[in-house]
């Protein structure tokens, strides 16, 4: 299995059975717009929450292009980093499936550092309500990929340490994907059927299988730094 698929992987499952943390962060919003809506009957609201989470999903491919254009510049630059860049993404995908799996938080700190920041966006995300237009929808998916959660920045680490921007890219896109069933349904007014996509032991199995996954992605580097390096022979 390559860097990228045990990445991919990571990202998808995260996203799909990180939801009701998503739920927690993102649900608001959400449900946000649902209430401001101002079209009424599914057929008319379905086309503005598919396009919402296409701008949510939009943004965070944006900003995995962004990290990991600068990681792997980085790491074309100074070679000596890429066995320790592949130890940091081995070590975030093995958190991401703790958290996943028992909810064991440790990279909460990252969504902490992005709340400054978040402070100075989210009065133009107000701005988009009510969800009168297309456009407007979009404004707001876009903006919303920028909520800081912990569970997105964890997934950008993991994109910063990939070989290629369009990798990053693909990344975040993945995770993006993995979140969008519960956002759409909750967008659509149905948290309560967003909520039952969660279950404990599918959450123990899909975390277990992303700690897995990490261990993996540490297997190469560290049998890379354990071996003997080339002798001299006098």
Known sequence: MTDLVAALTT?????LLGSAHCLG??????????????????????PMALV???????????????VAAVGSRFAALTPAVGKPVRLIAGAVIILIGL???????????????????WSRISPFAGRLLPVTSLPRALG??????LIPCGLVYSVLLVAATSASAPDGALIMLAFG??????????????????????????????????????????FMPITALMSPGPHSHH
């Open 11 to 15: 990202a998808f499952l995260a996203g």
């Open 140 to 145: 707001l998916g876009l903006l919303w990929g």
């Open 177 to 218: 994907v993995g979140t969008t069933p519960a956002m759409l349904l909750t967008g659509l007014g149905a948290a309560r059927l967003a909520q039952l996509m969660q279950d404990k032991r599918t959450r123990l199995g899909a975390g277990l299988l992303i700690v897995m996954l990490g261990i993996l992605t540490l």
């Open 25 to 46: 962060m993102c649900g608001g919003i959400s449900g946000l717009f649902a209430l401001h809506s101002s079209v009424r009957g599914l057929s008319r609201q379905l």
């Open 99 to 117: 958290q996943i799996a028992f909810n064991f938080r440790a990279l909460g700190f990252l969504e902490r550092m992005g709340g400054a920041a």
């Open 52 to 66: 919402y989470n296409a701008g949510r999903l939009a943004s965070y491919a944006i900003l995995g292009f962004a």
